[in-house]
């Protein structure tokens, strides 16, 4: 057997170890990490193709404790309707499974088998890491990309001021397909993250949680940030975070009496510098403004 074959003893706690190849300050990993903690050993994980899955499963390694399968990119709804299948056949009711995957394999590509796993009513949790694009393969842009974020295929320019499209609204369209528990988070708030993995885990039938977790790469900022920024999402009412059960909002996660301006969270992102860089960039500034204050008076409880 091949040195590198060879099984590395780990810390049993960690049910998503260290080694792994993401970059420093990687917001999805660091969420990944606390879903893996939060799911606990009881769980079989389906993992779309994108930056989570490449990062920590390098072959002839893996980073997950969990039983784990890469799926293809657009099938992880599938490949965990599969899985939910074969433990129901054993008898075994008491495993929770999880689909996997980035804001590309979740908002855009993988969404038919989503939606279908979701008409069937399975008891199928399904995790979205939204960094708001599809960074593992350049920083396109997709259905999850915010308004006048640039990226390779939305490059702010001359003529263009980046993403000339909104963000889907991916937690709706959730709520859509009567997913009994849809909640969202950001990588800011850790154990916000785990009470929901937890609280998911508690219902049967189709359920949803999308956590907002910054690209240091594709948003171009300092790695030191990713927490901050991941606040300041929620904090400047861009990224609501909530919970909703059998359709009905539970709870929204209270904002500051002081709100920031949206231009605290965009100006330490290269992504939205060329909002900065002109006066015509202030209007664009105030659209998404609008943007944040409209999902305020959107999401109340
Ligand atoms: C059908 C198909 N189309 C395209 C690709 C190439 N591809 C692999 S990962 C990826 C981007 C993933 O983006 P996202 O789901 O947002 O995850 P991220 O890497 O941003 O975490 C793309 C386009 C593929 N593997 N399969
Ligand atoms: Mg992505």
Redesign the pocket.
Known sequence: MPPSHKKVPQNPANLLSPGHSACGGCG?LLAARHVAEALGKKAIIAN?????E?TTSKYPMSAWNHPWIHS???NPGAVASGILAALKQQGKEDIAVVAQ??????FD?GLGLISGAWEREENILVIC?D?E?????GY?G?G?TPHDAATTTTPAGKYSWGNPLYKKNMPAIALAHKCVYVATSTVGYPLDIQAKVKKALTFKGPKYIQIHCP?VP?WQYDSRLTVKLAKLSHRTGLYPVFEAEYGKRTTVMPLPKDRPPVEEYLKHQRRFKHLFASDAGKKEIAVIQKIADENINRIKN
Not at 48 to 52: D, Y
Not at 101 to 106: E, L, N
Not at 133 to 137: C, E, K, L, R
């Open positions: 999805e779309a193709t994108g930056c989570l490449v293809l990119f657009e995957a980035g804001d590309g394999g979740t590509i890491y960094n694009a599809y960074m593992n393969t396109q997709s999850a690209c594709g």
